[in-house]
């Protein structure tokens, strides 16, 4: 597999368990894997001062998070070139009751943002707390979360979702219906043995 075709995506303690690959990758290679996505990276067990170390700046040449429960079963704190905090820094984004939810909605979030034309569903804006994304006092150009973030981007990305399927902003409900039955064959198509 040619190096530039390699995207590590990991959830929860998978996100530390990519960050471990790519720094094995690079201790046994000298190269970089070119990006690393980690969909809220586990907290419990992988604080400062702990023996185990996750996902850190350094083990891709470019490394986006998705924060969805911070602080709780999330991480809060950034820890990659760009972290995106939908909902902000709320644990319970709209529409979750309880932190298992919260925390899945990280992987649900990314793979929304897969389906060709939804590349655009999740705009952030850099920013300090999604207050003041929220009374206009981020300025700058939105960016995309998800599949499509450009990978020059740095900082902290605030963004509104929706509390249900599609959860990006910029996201139909007509685009999802059409996107309902991607990937399966047809029965004609089945039927052809």
């Known amino acids: 597999v040619p190096l530039e075709n390699i995207h590590l995506i990991g959830h929860s303690l ?14 046994k ?15 419990p067990c992988f604080n400062e001062g702990h ?12 490394i ?3 924060h969805s429960n911070p602080g709780v079963l999330g991480k809060r704190e950034p820890m ?7 909902g902000g820094l709320d644990p319970l984004p709209k529409g ?16 929304e943002s897969v389906y060709p034309g939804n590349e655009m569903n999740f705009m952030g804006k850099r920013c300090t707390s ?3 994304l929220l009374d206009n006092k981020c300025p700058g150009a939105e960016h995309p979360m ?7 981007l740095r900082g902290n990305y605030f963004l509104e979702v929706n509390e249900a399927a599609p959860f990006g902003k910029g996201a139909s409900k007509e685009k999802l219906a059409s996107q309902a039955n991607c990937g399966l064959c047809s029965e004609k198509k089945q039927s052809i043995k």
């Open 14 to 27: 998978g996100a530390h368990i990519v960050g471990a690959t790519g720094r094995y990758f690079n201790e």
């Open 29 to 43: 290679t000298g190269k970089l894997v070119p990006r690393i996505t980690g969909l809220d990276p586990a907290k």
């Open 51 to 62: 023996v185990l170390s996750g996902l850190q700046r350094g083990d891709a040449k470019f």
């Open 64 to 66: 986006d998070i998705i």
């Open 80 to 86: 990659g070139d760009v972290d995106f905090y939908p």
């Open 96 to 111: 979750c009751l309880h932190v298992v939810c919260a925390h899945g909605r990280a992987w649900e979030y990314y793979a």
């Open 130 to 132: 999604q207050t003041r």
């Open 146 to 152: 998800g599949y499509a973030v450009p990978h020059e």
